[in-house]
């Protein structure tokens, strides 16, 4: 539980760094259709150039039993839609920042309840409507919250 807890806790730190990032991109960008496509798939080639570079390093890069493993167990077709997953996620994500910037983010806490709802379906994770009114009211405060901030206090 402690080792979920830390790695879950890094990768709430980690998303909120790159949303920052994508929140302070230069409002001439963020204003063009074009732009944001362009410039957020170039952010996502040097990711992957960052990427392919760590394949490189000793102990946590790539090895031939490791990407044995992969090969049996990961399908390319797979692979190929997880990154084309991930491009229209982050397409959308900075769509979405454009458009409606904090109420916007909380509506992709939404994606809270759908992996609740996944992990009880195919997974046999046990939720309770606790649970459920407990997210739901997550969402729905944080969106009330920055509407009350960028409607009332400008």
Sequence with gaps: MIEALLWGTACAIGTSIWNLFLINTPKKILGDVKLKSIYLRIL?????????ITLLIPKIGIDNKSLLKIRKNVSLVYILLAAFSLLFYQLLLIYAFSAGGAVAVALVNLNILIMVAYNAYFHGDKTDLTEWILL??????????NYYKHTYLK
Excluded: K
């Design 44 to 52: 996502l080639i040097f990711a992957g150039i960052f990427s392919l």
């Design 136 to 145: 739901l009211l997550l969402v729905v405060l944080t969106i009330g919250i």
